[in-house]
C-alpha cells in the first residue's frame, strides 16, 4: 500500500547546529505537508509544497518539494531550543480525504 | 476564525469502562473530521474519518468507534475499554480533500 517513510527517527544536535528530516513516498503525491509537535502537545500545519522542486523558507527552516514530487525534506539551520519537537510530513492517500503520514523525527537538543 | 475544542484533555479510566471523547469544530460548515491515535513517541494512527453527518470511515479494526450526529461534532467512543487503548486521541479537521489538518489540543487516555 502507499507508504511514506521518514528518517531519521531522531536527530541529536547541538544548540547551533543544523538538522534535517527526509521524507519518501512510494507513490507520487499531490502535495507534501509538513507539521510539528512540540512535546507534549498537537501537531501543528507548518507548511504545504505542492510544486515539483519548489523550495519554501520560513525563517530557518527551508522545505523542498522533490522533482518526482514523492520526496520532500525540511531543513532547520542553527537549531534553537525552541526548535526541540517532532517534525512530521504527510501527503494525501490517492482518491480519498486521508492524509497518510510519516513516523516522525524527534529534534533534541543536547545539553 | 475556525476553532477546534477536543475534551478533555486527560482521563484515566479502569479496563471495561467506557469512553465517550467529544471534539467540535466553529467557524466552519461541512469539515473533514478525523480522530488520531498516537503511542508514546510514535507517529500518528488515523483511526476514523468523516466527510459529513452520519458518515463514518474506520481505518482500525477495533473496540472503539465514532460517530458524527452534527456537522461540527465528532465523537470516539468504546463500550469496554482495553489496557491497550491508553494513549494520546487527537481530534482533527481538514476544510478540503488535499488541505491542512487542523488538532484539537488532544486527549491522554491512560487505561489502568
Known amino acids: 500500500g502507499q507508504q511514506v517513510m521518514q528518517i531519521p527517527q531522531y536527530q541529536h544536535v547541538q544548540e547551533g547546529e543544523d538538522f534535517t528530516t527526509y521524507c519518501n513516498s512510494s507513490?507520487?503525491?499531490?502535495?507534501i505537508q509538513w507539521y510539528k509537535q512540540r512535546p507534549g502537545g498537537h501537531p501543528v500545519f507548518l507548511i504545504q509544497?505542492?510544486?515539483s522542486g519548489e523550495v519554501k523558507k520560513q525563517k530557518r527552516l527551508t522545505f523542498q518539494f522533490g522533482e518526482a514530487k514523492k520526496n520532500s525534506s525540511l531543513h532547520i539551520t542553527a537549531t534553537q531550543t525552541t526548535d526541540v519537537g517532532t517534525y512530521f510530513c504527510?501527503?494525501?492517500?490517492?482518491?480519498?480525504?486521508?492524509?497518510?503520514w510519516g513516523a516522525g523525527t524527534k529534534l533534541i537538543i543536547k545539553p | 476564525s475556525q476553532t477546534i475544542h477536543q475534551w478533555p484533555a486527560t482521563l484515566v479510566q479502569p479496563v471495561g469502562s467506557p469512553l465517550s471523547l467529544e471534539c467540535t469544530v466553529e467557524?466552519?460548515?461541512?469539515?473533514?473530521l478525523y480522530w488520531y491515535r498516537q503511542a508514546a513517541g510514535r507517529g500518528l494512527q488515523l483511526l476514523f474519518y468523516s466527510v459529513g453527518i452520519g458518515q463514518i470511515s474506520s481505518e482500525v479494526p477495533q473496540n472503539l468507534s465514532a460517530s458524527r450526529p452534527q456537522d461540527r461534532q465528532f465523537i470516539l467512543s468504546s463500550k469496554k475499554l482495553l489496557l491497550s487503548d491508553s494513549g494520546f486521541y487527537l481530534c482533527?479537521?481538514?476544510?478540503?480533500?488535499?488541505?491542512?489538518?487542523?488538532f484539537g489540543q488532544g486527549t491522554r487516555l491512560t487505561v489502568v
Open positions: 467557524g466552519t460548515s461541512n469539515p473533514n
Open positions: 507513490t507520487t503525491l499531490s502535495n
Open positions: 504527510a501527503g494525501p492517500r490517492d482518491s480519498n480525504y486521508q492524509l497518510i
Open positions: 509544497l505542492v510544486k
Open positions: 482533527a479537521w481538514t476544510e478540503g480533500m488535499n488541505t491542512e489538518a487542523f
